[in-house]
């Protein structure tokens, strides 16, 4: 190895600024994307209950647009994993 080369050769093999900055990226997409989606499911969450506790007779069709949303909310925090792997699998 020459000396000129050493900073692409730590790039290449995921040391460095480099790979400290993909490790931090993919920390951050799970870390915001878990965040995200457990304060979305709250939210959905706490609002199905207050509409069920105002409306007692639509608690069926409320629970089950419920579990639909709650679905779409995992699906884009599985979302922010996927990528977190993508990212980890460049180092």
Do not use: C, H, W
């Amino acid at each position: 190895m020459r000396k000129g080369n050493k900073r692409a050769y730590l790039d290449r093999k995921g040391g460095g600024v480099m790979g400290g900055t993909i490790a931090i990226g993919a920390a951050m997409s799970v870390a915001l994307s878990g965040l995200g989606g457990s304060i979305g499911q709250g939210v959905v969450g706490g609002k199905a209950l207050e509409a069920i506790s105002r409306q007692p007779e639509v608690a069926e069709q409320v629970r089950t647009l419920l579990f639909i949303t709650l679905a779409f909310i995992e699906t884009l925090t599985i979302y922010g994993l996927l990528t977190a792997f993508m990212l980890v699998g460049k180092l």
